[in-house]
């Protein structure tokens, strides 16, 4: 995963001025000019992705909502009708009680995960569940067709559930010391060390008694992969998928090798969940990721999507489909210059569904699966999860700048939108949610470039306001058109008296694959040109924003901008870094992912001519010029930049005398997770921001 692959759950608050078509009316949130404090913000509930019935008649979800009195989450099942749009709570709503795994178990009863065990319970409100497996080892994502079960776990080597559960305990009571030899990389990645336990996929029958469910002995549908020398690279799956008969799985599954570090050769094999076949590799071809399995209804074919080129994260996604009986595969749609990141049949077998980023926006295509030919059912916005309603309609999470996430559905032939949910109504009935402005401007190389602003509640275009300006990681990613639920939100700027704006420079994804592909060997270059450029082009044709009030915030590869930003220019009052990078030569040596870093540089930081890279664009080779007052942030278990990169300039700005502050989390990895830590992150960044522009926060920020 690059920097920020997940990052960008993080820093989804983009904007752009287009609606929807046909969506709903313009929301009448943006005429409101009562701050959106963070404690409202952090009062809203979001939902999770449909899961409609097999009846086609109701869709299952789950509502989340953080508790800042408890510092706790809840969250509870919810089922609306299609028709009426009635919904009905299935569980209670109590804080520290989280639901998972939501299914259909038939038309008439549910399954849920609840403490690591599986419940059965009627669809209807005020039901009680009743246990149908309560598992001797943990286990995760599940899905459940007519007579099947399958779920992941973290087990040990050629061990079941309880074999694993028994081994751990006899590590435990037999443990005389806490060190851990490795031979081989990876040693660690993303936030966790490497162990002997790898996530695998089982499936086990699933019988029922009446109105009873019961699981039977579970099956490693990975056990027949050959074996590795080194168990803690050994073989585990990342995702899985099922067919709808319940017959046939298809896995994605690293493949294991001394220094899986600096490969991306991530396959998808097809097995049966019988166990009466090997698992048959389907991508031996690439020995780059695959991704996203899903079989066709019909139960015929495999499709998928697959980056071609080794070593590189951020290739375009190629579309492939694989004939089940005649054993071969074909790839389609090549012509298309988007890369799309998820697949969903049609009913009839014959079309796939996709959702890609264009624009700053996640959008609906529809290809058809003989020719190619593609068709955009959405226009704006951002949507997130889909899900098949019938023939003809589709089901999704759908969000924009100023709409925080709801189900919807969504009619394919006529293309409308008819909203299902609107989960937040009442607690953003008085608050601002402000409308977004989109700009173009030429960047680098002459190019058009992307950018959008947000102003603050009772704007008056005679007054001069400070800007914040949010920088995205990736650097492989973009802003995307959402309501963020992040501390990154542009609303939450906005609301403290900011102008909030960002560009999708040189690198950022959805605006055709050689824009995607321009950052290699630029880091510190093209995006910053255009960044510079952009902020140019906002002071020029927008005269409230004062040139002498301008902050910077960015993490992962935008917290290495604003560290390059520090030692190449002094136009900003202050910034904010979180989980950045501040020397690529510290970056490379330490990151848990070395192939993002040797793919963008041209090699390795050893090698002399893809040295000459990495020292050119180095934050650390500019530490003289530092001279930007700087906010820190870090967690303790960041392993794709470890925390020297922030404690470094952090020491740099101190030793010169230059204000600067460092905050850590000891308990959070590349992302901040506990919305704790979140609001503390808000806090911290208001108040430095606040002070190094002379700004007053509308609303006491520190509660």
């Not at 019961?214 to 590795?228: C, D, H, I, M, Q």
């Not at 058009?448 to 704007?459: I, N, R, S, T």
């Not at 920088?471 to 939450?492: M, R, V, W």
């Not at 959070?668 to 960044?685: A, D, F, M, S, V």
Request: charged share 20%; glycine share 8%.
């Amino acid at each position: 995963m690059r920097w920020c692959r997940l990052y960008q759950c993080l820093l989804i608050s983009a904007v752009v001025m287009l609606r929807l078509q046909s969506v709903v009316s313009e929301s009448a949130l943006n005429k409101n000019t009562k701050p959106l404090d963070i404690r409202t913000y952090y009062s809203l509930h979001y939902v999770s992705q449909p899961l409609v019935s097999p009846d086609q008649t109701r869709i299952l979800y789950t509502e989340y909502h953080y508790d800042q009195d408890q510092n706790d989450e809840a969250a509870m099942v919810n089922m609306v009708d299609i028709a009426s749009g009635t919904t009905k709570t299935l569980t209670p709503n109590t804080v520290g009680q989280n639901y998972e795994a939501i299914d259909w178990l038939d038309d008439n009863f549910i399954a849920y995960a609840y403490n690591g065990s599986i419940y059965s319970m009627p669809a209807q409100e005020g039901a009680n569940g009743s246990l149908v497996f309560e598992p001797p080892w943990p286990i995760g994502t599940t899905k459940l067709r007519d007579k099947i079960i399958t779920f992941g776990a973290n087990v040990y080597p050629s061990c079941n559930l309880q074999q694993t559960s028994d081994r751990r305990a006899e590590e435990k009571s037999n443990q005389t010391t806490t060190a851990m030899v490795f031979d081989n990389l990876w040693v660690r990645h993303w936030d966790s060390w490497m162990t002997m336990r790898k996530p695998n996929v089982f499936s086990a029958s699933l019988v029922r008694d009446d109105d009873r469910w019961s699981v039977g002995t579970e099956r490693n549908l990975l056990a027949e992969l050959p074996t590795f020398h080194d168990p803690l690279i050994r073989w585990y799956a990342d995702d899985y998928s099922l067919d709808q008969q319940g017959k046939m799985a298809a896995f994605v599954a690293r493949n294991p090798s001394d220094n899986m570090a600096a490969k991306t050769n991530v396959d998808i094999y097809l097995v049966p969940v019988d166990g009466s076949k090997k698992p048959k590799l389907l991508t031996g071809d690439f020995e780059g990721v695959a991704s996203s399995p899903v079989f066709s209804p019909d139960g015929k074919y495999l499709a998928w999507l697959q980056m071609e080129t080794p070593g590189y994260e951020s290739d375009i996604n190629r579309i492939f489909i694989f004939d089940i009986e005649a054993e071969t595969n074909r790839s389609i749609a090549r012509d298309w210059d988007r890369s799309p990141d998820s697949l969903l049949w049609s009913a009839d077998s014959n079309s796939l569904f996709l959702l890609a980023p264009e624009h700053g926006n996640t959008l609906i295509f529809a290809i058809d699966v003989s020719s190619g030919s593609r068709q955009k059912l959405t226009e704006s916005g951002t949507a997130i999860d889909i899900a098949l309603v019938g023939q003809d309609q589709l089901a999704l999470q759908y969000t924009d700048q100023d709409r925080p996430t709801d189900l919807y559905l969504l009619d394919i032939g006529t293309k409308k939108m008819r909203q299902l949910t609107d989960v937040n109504a009442e607690r953003l009935k008085d608050a601002y949610v402000g409308a977004a402005e989109e700009f173009w401007f030429n960047g680098a190389r002459d190019e058009k470039v992307h950018g959008w602003l947000v102003k603050p509640p009772a704007f008056d275009p005679a007054k001069k306001y400070p800007l914040v300006y949010i920088i995205h990681g990736g650097p492989q990613e973009s802003f995307l058109k959402t309501f963020g639920f992040s501390a990154s939100d542009l609303n939450l700027y906005a609301s403290a008296g900011f102008i909030a704006a960002v560009v999708n420079f040189h690198g950022s994804t959805g605006y055709g694959q050689n824009f995607t592909d321009s950052i290699n060997g630029q880091w510190g270059g093209y995006p910053y040109e255009d960044l510079m450029k952009g902020l140019d082009s906002i002071l020029e044709k927008h005269k409230y924003v004062d040139p002498g009030r301008l902050v910077a915030i960015g993490g992962s590869y935008g917290g290495y901008m604003v560290n390059w930003i520090n030692g190449h220019t002094r136009r900003f009052k202050a910034l904010v870094a979180y989980d950045g990078e501040f020397s690529t030569i510290l970056g490379w040596y330490g990151s848990d992912e070395l192939w993002l870093a040797e793919h963008d540089m041209g090699g390795t930081p050893y090698d002399a001519g893809s040295r000459r890279t990495y020292e050119k664009y180095n934050p650390e080779r500019f530490a003289r010029d530092f001279s930007t007052p700087t906010l820190f942030f870090h967690g303790g278990n960041d392993f794709r930049l470890g925390f020297e990169n922030s404690l470094a300039p952090f020491t740099l700005l101190r030793r010169k005398g230059i204000p600067a502050r460092l905050v850590y989390f000891p308990d959070e990895g590349h992302l901040i997770t506990h919305k704790g830590n979140e609001i503390k992150y808000l806090i911290e960044t208001f108040r430095w921001i606040a002070e190094h522009t002379k700004t007053e926060i509308p609303y006491d920020y520190t509660v």
